[in-house]
């Protein structure tokens, strides 16, 4: 459970996946001073740990890749198999390119000071994501819908923010909780749905 601290935003919040028939409706609390790793991601701040080159994951996922055959009991030097570990692994990063983007990258200072003050929804944004309890992947809808407050953002960066969280290991609940999230940072919505 989160202490609250004095310093609190109260925000109406709705997002719906409806991919397995699930609708997740939350009342989100956010603590402006928090040091949460969501946080870090929307403000694009670099963690101290190393950060591997795409060749250095290439290696290593293909290396992982050969040893899960083996273990299957496969010859990965196979004819039909020799570029299978190089074909998964970039499957793989594509998969979770989420990990890679910022939600700054995404909208592309595409936020706008605008008095608009209804109800702005996108709906059947189509995700594709992987569980994170088995790396199996798991596809769906998502809606999202805002009530700006003095600042719009591009229509078409609501999917785009959706896609930088889909397409990192998840789990639903998860996900529409950090999509609201990304926008409240992005945009600061009067309330979000």
Known sequence: ???????????????????????????????????????????????????????????????????????????????????????????????????????RDVTNEAIFSEQHREMVVVRDIDIHSLCEHHMLPFTGKVHIGYIPNGKIIGLSKLARIAEVFARRLQVQERLTSEIADAIVEASIPLESV
């Not at 601290?5 to 719906?16: I, M, W």
């Not at 409806?18 to 701040?45: A, C, P, T, W, Y």
């Not at 899960?68 to 004819?79: N, V």
């Open 1 to 103: 459970m989160v202490k609250e601290s004095p310093v609190v935003k109260e925000t109406n919040a709705f997002a719906s996946s409806d991919g397995s028939g699930v609708v997740v409706g939350f009342k989100h609390k956010r603590m402006l001073n928090e040091k949460k790793r969501k946080l870090e991601i929307v403000s694009g701040v670099e963690s101290e740990k190393h950060v591997k080159t795409e060749d250095e994951k290439m290696k290593l996922m293909t290396g992982a890749c050969k040893t899960i055959l083996e273990c299957m009991g496969e010859e990965p030097s196979r004819e039909g198999l020799l570029k299978t570990p190089e074909r998964w692994a970039k499957a793989l990063m594509f998969l979770t390119k989420g990990y890679c983007q910022t939600v």
